[in-house]
């Protein structure tokens, strides 16, 4: 079975600050056509799921271009360049090839 | 733009059926680009996926949960259901429903390209 494995599995962060988070999956997101299938959500407190990343870099719209997702195959990052206070909560990577799966998730918060 | 609302009862007693419905408004299910899905969230969990169906009525189901779920578009196009049977405490979750962008490839594999949006979620607990 395919794991999806985050880490930090916590993350605190000055305001204005860069964060990062890990995720690799046991499996290859790399798919014959070219493309990545990973995923990066984020859940804030009482909130549903908001697509941030989709095919492992490319931004869901209205995303800041603060946010940044690479990576290939079975290794890959969600980049937020400059930390602010609107990105408190639980951020999830999710593999969108054959067998949907998440991360455990990454819960951010501001020091 | 596209709203989707989960509804249905909040609480179900074990070894029964959690059965709920999510609502499209302001879109339309029948588009070939799109699959419709179902996720949970137990309280202080991570998120599982659980199934996904096309307009068509093609589904793909979590492997985990496969002999338990079914997932449905009703024939107004105007909703689709879950059920899920033989429901035990663990089952206790946030449930939403959400568009997927994505198709299945050549081998019938899903390839998707991001959920969004989802419902607001809804809670169901499994109890007697």
């Known amino acids: 079975d395919n794991v999806m494995t985050q880490s930090p599995l916590s993350l605190p962060v000055t305001p204005g600050e860069p964060a990062s988070i890990s995720c690799r999956s046991t499996q290859s997101l790399l798919h014959s056509n070219g493309f990545n299938y990973l995923e990066w959500y984020l859940v804030k407190p009482g909130q549903s799921p908001q697509l941030l990343i989709y095919l492992g870099s490319i931004r869901a719209s209205g995303v800041p271009d603060r946010f940044i997702g690479y990576g290939s195959g079975t290794d890959f990052s969600l980049k937020i360049s400059r930390v602010e206070a609107d990105d408190v909560g639980v951020y999830y990577c999710m593999r969108a090839l054959q067998t949907i799966t998440f991360g455990q998730g990454t819960r951010l918060e501001i020091k | 733009q596209l709203q989707l609302q989960e509804s249905g009862p909040g609480l179900v007693k074990p070894s029964e059926t959690l059965s709920l419905s999510c609502t499209v408004s302001?879109?339309?299910?029948?588009?070939?680009?799109?699959?419709w899905a179902w996720f949970r969230q137990p309280p202080g969990k991570g998120l599982e996926w659980i199934g996904s169906?096309?307009?068509?009525?093609?589904?793909y189901f979590n492997p985990s949960l496969k002999s338990r779920v079914t997932i449905a578009v009703d024939t107004s196009k105007t909703h689709f259901s879950l059920n899920l049977t033989s429901v035990t405490a663990s089952d206790t979750a946030v449930y939403y429903c959400?568009?997927?962008?994505?198709?299945?490839?050549?081998?019938?594999?899903?390839?998707?390209?991001?959920?969004?949006?989802w419902g607001q979620g809804t809670l169901v607990t499994v109890s007697s």
């Open positions: 302001r879109g339309s299910i029948s588009s070939s680009s799109y699959y």
């Open positions: 959400a568009r997927l962008s994505g198709a299945l490839d050549d081998d019938g594999i899903w390839i998707g390209a991001g959920s969004k949006p």
């Open positions: 169906i096309h307009y068509s009525g093609s589904t």
